[in-house]
């Protein structure tokens, strides 16, 4: 049993719950989730009743600061992926990251391990690359000792938005739509072997660096589509449409979703031809990687956790 208290503002999205299923599973019981999705919340609140979760919008100063005291550590996951406009990600990667940063320093947190992204080293353009390069700029000045982690787009278990979404869409259509030829190259990173990079940052405390935590098999868009297939036994045609086409459509569809699950600037990202760094994290972190096909399995066939999503 590891009594760390362990701090996780975010914690309710995609990272959050694999990470507190991993540490859970170390030993460590002292966790406390800060997030304002109420829905995700109840769900880790279902899954994990021993783990303290708090709702909180951490954009607006407040009295979950007061979790913050006598922490041993926090792991920053909070972030806005999606959205149609600009302000919710200011708000969600910029203005909790300020918040969030105050308080560790006023409360002499001894380490933080900040989730970044891949995006800070894009050719993307958009509001979530930008913003997100902010936040990472504005961790690494605060001067608070840390370790910056960059994934590039994961998978894994309680996926609400990505390959999650990909594979339920897939369940509901005879046909499933590929944009223009399918072969934009992707560099997956399965969240369970980034939950052990985070695991291990913890209890090494290495900081004062940023590592490109890359999925190590480059596969193309098309044939991650046709893994999800057959790891979750869909039926669907898989057709390839023209690229405008595609992009119209989503247009179109975000004219009457007001968090669409995929945009027209997440397609520009997937084509944008964007090949991300891979070091040696196997090595520096202690982490074996699980190959693909076997990391898509325990995605969406794992007994416990596979038929769990979180909401947008």
Known sequence: MNQSRILLPGGAGLVGQNLVARLKARGYTNLVVLDKHKANLDVLRSVHPDVTAIYADLADPGDWSTHFEGADVVVMLQAQIGAPTREPFVRNNID???????????????????????????VADDWYTETKRVQEEMVVASGIDCVVLRPTLMFGWF???????????????????????GRYMRQPLYVGDFCNVIISCIESRI????????????????????????????????????????YVLLKIYALFSKNPPFTADQLKALTAGDEFEVIDWERIFSVRATPFAKA????????????IALEF
Request: aromatic letters at 10%.
């Open 159 to 181: 996926d609400r938005k990505h390959l999650g979404w990909l594979s339920r869409f897939m369940h509901r259509v005879p046909v499933f739509p590929i944009p223009g030829h």
């Open 296 to 307: 898509m399995d325990e995605t969406f066939n794992d007994p416990t956790y596979s038929e």
């Open 96 to 122: 909790s990251t300020r918040n969030v940063i105050d308080v560790i320093k006023r409360c002499r947190i001894p380490y933080t391990v900040h989730i970044s992204s891949s995006v800070v080293n894009s």
């Open 207 to 246: 900081s004062g660096d940023a590592f490109n935590i890359t999925g190590l098999e480059r596969v193309n868009y098309i044939d991650i589509i046709r893994q999800i297939k057959r790891a979750t036994r869909a039926r669907c045609a898989i057709l390839k449409i023209p690229y405008g086409l595609f």
